[in-house]
T-cell receptor, first 113, second 118 residues
Framework: AQTVTQSQPEMSVQEAETVTLSCTYD???????LFWYKQPPSRQMILVIR??????QNATENRFSVNFQKAAKSFSLKISDSQLGDTAMYFC??????????FGAGTTVTVRA | DAGVIQSPRHEVTEMGQEVTLRCKPI?????LFWYRQTMMRGLELLIY????????DSGMPEDRFSAKMPNASFSTLKIQPSEPRDSAVYFC????????????????FGPGTRLTVL
């Protein structure tokens, strides 16, 4: 089974500042997908960003970007210009071609006004 | 387009009762997934379907749990009999893995059903 580790249970950031969430995973496969999902208090799971392992270029979506280090099996998420609406739990997830998502334990991000 | 629809949003029942959770995937999506989220175990995949056929049910915890997908636009997850330890948030998600769309392989989640078994 694939494992996903998020070592930071909680993070706090001042509005407009930048925060980086860490994620590491363990796999012997070469082709896979990585995702970050956001779960606000409404508990809806919202896709933030995705990365295909075969792509060397790091994915970006507006204020969200990743640092994908395949050799280190690391997939960190950077939130720039943090906004109050970014307050949520963030989950890192891993998927092989079997379409089964494995999630990390999550990191709670609190954006302070 | 409408997202994944789940009903009910909240369910409170007593131990021993049958519970049925419902899901309508995004139109055109050919994969459907059921997940459970608890504080202790986090997010776990229970079962998933491809073209209405169950592919992997290895995450289903016990025989008390069953899932069906009678057609491309509807799926149910049933717990019979329910127990207090089944209390959790149950998510349905769908994805489109054919057609070459840019969002291929990405799973889109419904709002979840919060189940409380007393």
């Amino acid at each position: 089974a694939q494992t996903v580790t998020q070592s930071q249970p909680e993070m706090s950031v001042q509005e407009a500042e930048t925060v980086t969430l860490s994620c590491t995973y363990d796999t012997s496969e070469n082709n896979y997908y990585l995702f970050w999902y956001k779960q606000p208090p409404s508990r809806q799971m919202i896709l933030v960003i995705r990365q295909e392992a075969y792509k060397q270029q790091n994915a970006t979506e507006n204020r969200f970007s990743v640092n994908f280090q395949k050799a280190a099996k690391s997939f960190s998420l950077k939130i720039s210009d943090s906004q109050l609406g970014d307050t949520a739990m963030y989950f890192c997830a891993f998927m092989l071609n079997d379409y089964k998502l494995s999630f990390g334990a999550g990191t709670t991000v609190t954006v302070r006004a | 387009d409408a997202g994944v629809i789940q009903s009910p949003r909240h369910e409170v029942t007593e131990m021993g009762q049958e519970v049925t959770l419902r899901c309508k995937p995004i139109s055109g999506h050919d994969y459907l997934f059921w997940y459970r989220q608890t504080m202790m175990r986090g997010l776990e995949l229970l079962i998933y379907f491809n073209n209405n056929v169950p592919i992997d049910d290895s995450g289903m915890p016990e025989d008390r749990f069953s899932a069906k997908m009678p057609n491309a636009s509807f799926s149910t997850l049933k717990i019979q009999p329910s127990e207090p330890r089944d209390s959790a948030v149950y998510f349905c998600a769908s994805s489109q893995t054919s057609g070459g769309a840019a969002s291929t392989d990405t799973q889109y989640f419904g709002p979840g059903t919060r189940l409380t078994v007393l």
